[in-house]
């Protein structure tokens, strides 16, 4: 049986497989994601946020971020929660996602 922590690391790897179609970096190396939490019977929540409300694919990338959980056998149930509290900005972009667009 998994661990929460490895079930949590397994969660973000999937989710480290979902990219702004704009910049070439993951979500979760964006800073977008604000909270992966493991309920009972492996239901899993996500709390992210995206750059701007005006966001072209808003509605698409929560979905994406959603389907790749859902790939995990181990998960029950995904729900992906879209918020703008607190509003994201660049400084919540990892340092390995701030090499990789040459913003450090």
Do not use: H
């Amino acid at each position: 049986m998994e661990t929460n922590e490895n079930l949590q690391n397994l969660i973000i790897k999937k989710i480290k497989e979902v990219f702004d179609p704009e910049i070439p970096v993951d979500v979760y190396e964006l800073g977008l994601i604000y909270n992966v939490s493991i309920e009972n019977k492996n239901d899993v929540y996500v709390s992210m946020t995206l750059t701007s409300p005006s966001c072209p694919v808003a509605e698409a990338l929560p979905q994406q971020v959603k389907r790749k959980i859902e790939e995990l056998k181990l998960i029950n149930k995904v729900e992906v929660e879209l918020t703008w509290q607190p509003s994201w900005n660049r400084s919540m972009i990892s340092e390995e996602a701030k090499l990789t667009l040459g913003i450090l």
